[in-house]
Nanobody
């Protein structure tokens, strides 16, 4: 069992940057694939970015490609999402998720692929 806690959310102006973190406890998640999703009230939880555990392969939603970067530090049991050139439409609650028993280079974009979820962190981008 692994527990995930997101942190680093907050209020930022349009065009600004923010880095959010997802830290795991309970066990090492160095062999877990990890993803970031986001959700606005009353809407679906959408894929943002994912990273594999073996070679740190990454994948991104088209809406954030070139602006966001996912990375991981297994020594700290933490995955990051660096968000640059933020838009007001990036305002959402951001969730991290982890999947065990994955392929070495695999990344996952579907909510149902993941086994564990954090509680979310609010990111608000003002215009």
């Amino acid at each position: 069992q692994v527990q995930l806690v997101e942190s680093g959310g907050g209020l930022v102006q349009a065009g600004g940057s923010l880095k959010i973190s997802c830290t795991a406890s309970g066990r090492s998640f160095s062999s877990y694939a990890v993803g970031w999703f986001r959700q606005a009230p009353g809407k679906e939880r959408d894929f943002v970015a994912a990273i594999s555990w073996g070679d740190y392969s990454t994948s991104y939603a088209d809406s954030v490609k070139g602006r966001f970067a996912i990375s991981r530090d297994n020594a700290k049991n933490t995955v990051y999402l660096q968000m640059n050139s933020l838009h007001p439409e990036d305002t959402d609650v951001y969730y991290c998720a982890a999947k065990q028993n994955t392929g070495v280079i695999a990344t996952y974009k579907l909510r149902n692929d993941y086994d564990y979820w954090g509680q979310g962190t609010q990111v608000t981008v003002s215009s």
